[in-house]
């Protein structure tokens, strides 16, 4: 059988760029397009030193619709993965036309051109943000979703209509498996790629990481009233590395023909809640390095607890994290460490 073919949007990020590597490692030809907007060739460097040799790649905006179906002819691509978009969650706030505009548009853009290339397989990054504050925990993908609380949710929320409209009107040329994503945290073992956030870290992890190497103070743990059994928020943090293979189970689902309807819906979380007092304590004690925190004010927006029931990925695509909290925390700092050059 020839090797199949997948084009990764935004493959030059902190997701892409994991994925990239899983989906090399599991076969798969690999196109990598990204505009640069929010990373720089780090990544991309690094995904190349890990599988040791080069890759295409494509400096492109899939905004520009010419551009994105220029793509589509230049290469026979049998699965699609869509990660190229904003995500900060204040700046969409403040700026809810910069994310409707790029994240929305993108999107329908690579949903025309593939549809005009003659059909494709899609997967698309969403995010447990959809559930919004849930009534009940752990979610499933029944689970109602609520109405978003950002710009930046509610393109999620928007783009999952999108491709289930646009699927169903594809006559079959297009088919479609929506990821929601808990929250990916740490590195590549090699150290080679991980987060590389512009300014200060709105994220959790990279926070404590550039704490603890002293390149920000002290950690600001928002709000310790909540309920939940520390009073701090509880999420499912799940490893990139196992998120970046659950792309890899979902895009050959696609491939093979294996859905069970035109668009498939997935959890990618590991079903176990952990605090944020007890992600700082365990990063401190598997590191052997201080994080210094204090507790400040509930941040807007956050919600209490959230965390994933799995099962669906588990069964369906065959699926499951495997690496421990531990492992995830030692990669994640490791990364922070060969960034500072330590
Ligand atoms: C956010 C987004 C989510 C997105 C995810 C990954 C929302 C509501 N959340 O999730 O959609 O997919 O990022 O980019 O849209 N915290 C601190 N101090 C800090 C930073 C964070 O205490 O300096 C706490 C937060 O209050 C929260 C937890 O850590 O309770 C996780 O925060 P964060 O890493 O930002 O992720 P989420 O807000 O869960």
């Not at 329908?108 to 559930?131: D, K, P």
Request: proline share 6%.
């Amino acid at each position: 059988m020839s090797k199949k073919t997948v084009l990764v949007s935004g493959g030059a990020g902190f997701i892409g760029s994991h994925v990239t590597v899983e989906l090399i490692e599991a076969g798969y030809d690999v196109v990598v397009a990204d505009n640069f907007s929010n990373c720089d060739m780090t990544c991309f460097e690094g995904v190349q030193k890990i599988i040791g040799r080069k890759l295409p790649l494509e400096k492109m905006d899939f905004c520009d619709e010419a551009a994105a179906k220029a793509i589509f002819k230049k290469y026979p691509i049998d699965a699609v993965i869509h990660f190229a978009a904003f995500k900060a969650v204040g700046e969409s706030v403040e700026q809810p036309l910069k994310y409707y505009k790029n994240n929305l548009v993108s999107f329908m853009n690579v949903l025309e051109a593939a549809e005009e290339a003659g059909g494709c397989n899609v997967l698309f990054s969403s995010s447990a943000t959809v559930y919004g504050e849930p009534e009940k925990v752990p979610v499933t993908e029944l689970t109602p979703r609520q109405p978003a609380m950002s710009p930046y949710g509610n393109t999620k929320t928007m783009c999952e209509d999108i491709l289930q409209d646009t699927v169903k009107a594809s006559g079959g040329k297009l088919r479609g498996i929506l990821l929601r994503y808990f929250n990916p945290i740490g590195a590549h073992p090699s150290a080679l790629i991980g987060e590389l956030p512009r300014g200060v870290p709105n994220n959790l992890v990279p926070f404590i990481t550039q704490t603890a190497i002293g390149k920000r103070e002290i950690l600001s743990i928002f709000g310790n009233d909540y309920p939940t059994p520390d009073g701090t928020c509880q999420r499912d943090f799940i490893d990139i590395v196992d998120l970046a293979r659950a792309h890899v189970f979902a895009v050959t689902r696609m491939i093979e023909g294996k859905m069970k309807k035109g668009v498939e819906i997935f959890n990618v979380g590991t079903g176990r809640p952990l605090s944020v007092m007890e992600l700082v304590n365990a990063f401190e004690k598997v590191n052997g390095v201080k994080v210094p925190h204090k507790f400040a004010p509930r941040r807007a927006g956050d919600i209490t607890a959230i965390w994933a029931d799995p099962t669906l990925a588990n069964n369906e695509l065959g699926w499951k994290a495997t690496r421990s909290i531990e492992e995830t925390l030692k990669a994640a700092w490791a990364w922070e460490c060969r960034l500072a050059g330590k």
